[in-house]
């Protein structure tokens, strides 16, 4: 019997795909509950029967399991809550307790727009403040009280979301943030009101195929702001009724260099940790101009800022949740705008931004660049 090159070819494909998902099936694991792989804190955590199924309830934190090392695959679980204010779901690649990539379900905000959501964290701080909107939230409606099954399918820097039995992911990570790198993975549910877990089954892949589509990336607009220099941590209220700055006042600060993501957003939480009584920093920029004159500067902040050009205070803001409207999340956007005015030569524009809680950042955009030249630092 003879076959035909193209045949053949066609055959060893069809062998060699098939091996591929034998080789992958081999990764997959079922990790009960009850498993000693399983790190959690008693106090938040216990074992029940729930809805016929052996579960976790939890709340208040995070349940990994200490020796799986996961960059891609698939993380599938079953999750049960009810319809309280909740925030219920996984974290993988893991580093440690305050590094983490995450997404969860909104139970209180089913059917809305940011039902699911997915954040990086960073310094233990979570930035959904920061990252919001198409890749980072979605609408889905929830039913409670019952077991929902979640399907979570990560890929380089993408993932995909299925819940139940739906054929096409609910939500489409297009951008995970953090660097792709091994680590655990677990479950997590914030301290509002707890939920159940049950059936957590991890596979490792290494190209797991996704169904959804990237888009290209939006091309940097022309006086957008990409790098800062970030100071180091400190008091808020010590710069209350500070209308001009000293030398005194600035001759404490240490600085380190941050290069903004490709959209413009600083995220002081990649080089900073929120610290009690230490929720400030500054991130400066020098501008030269050529001559005396006025440039529009369009800003986003998250929560509060104050601006300071050469020493001088010229404005002071408030994003915090829910300070716009009884809906507003606190996200960061350019929502505000300031008229420089600027000194021939160096001038230097140093912005305050102050931090509670979801995300600390800040974007700036000079709509004309004409006559100025933007560098970070002095």
């Not at 739906?166 to 091994?182: D, T």
Request: proline share 4%; aromatic share 16%; charged share 25%.
């Amino acid at each position: 019997m003879k076959f035909s090159n193209r045949y053949f070819t066609l055959l060893v494909l069809t062998f060699a795909f098939i091996f591929g998902l034998f080789q992958h099936a081999i990764h997959a694991e079922t990790i009960p509950f009850d498993s000693p792989r399983w790190i959690m804190k008693p106090n938040i955590a216990h074992l029940e029967d729930y809805l016929g199924q052996k579960s976790l309830y939890l709340k208040g934190g995070i349940a990994y399991i200490k020796d799986v090392n996961f960059t891609n695959g698939i993380i599938e679980f079953d999750v049960a809550f009810s319809n309280r204010r909740g925030f219920f779901g996984a974290v993988f690649r893991m580093q440690d307790n305050e590094n983490y990539e995450e997404f969860y379900l909104r139970s209180h905000q089913s059917g809305n727009p940011d039902a699911l959501q997915y954040t990086p964290v960073y310094n233990g701080m979570a930035a959904w403040q920061l990252y919001h909107g198409d890749g980072f939230s979605a609408a889905v409606t929830f039913h409670f009280d019952q077991w929902i099954h979640v399907k979570l399918i990560v890929s380089g820097k993408n993932a995909e979301l299925y819940l139940d039995s739906n054929e096409q992911p609910v939500m489409f990570m297009q951008e995970l943030k953090r660097e792709i790198k091994p680590g655990f993975v677990g479950v997590k549910a914030l301290s509002f009101f707890p939920c159940y877990f049950a059936n957590f089954n991890v596979t490792k892949m290494d190209n797991p195929p996704l169904k959804s589509k990237t888009k290209s990336p939006e091309e940097i607009k022309t006086g957008t702001v990409m790098t800062w220099e970030v100071s180091g941590t400190f008091a808020e209220d010590s710069l209350d009724n500070k209308f001009l700055l000293s030398t005194t006042d600035k001759a404490p600060l240490k600085w380190k260099k941050l290069v903004c993501e490709s959209t413009g957003l600083a995220n002081f939480s990649k080089i900073t940790k929120l610290k009690p009584g230490k929720n400030t920093v500054f991130a400066r920029i020098t501008i030269d101009s050529e001559k005396q004159q006025i440039k529009k500067l369009k800003f986003g902040f998250s929560d509060r800022i104050k601006i300071y050009l050469n020493d001088r205070l010229l404005y002071a803001g408030n994003n915090n949740y829910r300070s716009r409207d009884y809906r507003f999340l606190g996200t960061i956007g350019y929502f505000d705008e300031l008229y420089l005015p600027l000194e021939k030569g160096k001038n230097e524009l140093w912005m305050a931004v102050s931090e509670n809680f979801g995300g600390w950042g800040i974007k700036c955009h000079f709509e004309d660049i004409k006559g100025i030249t933007v560098k970070e630092g002095l």
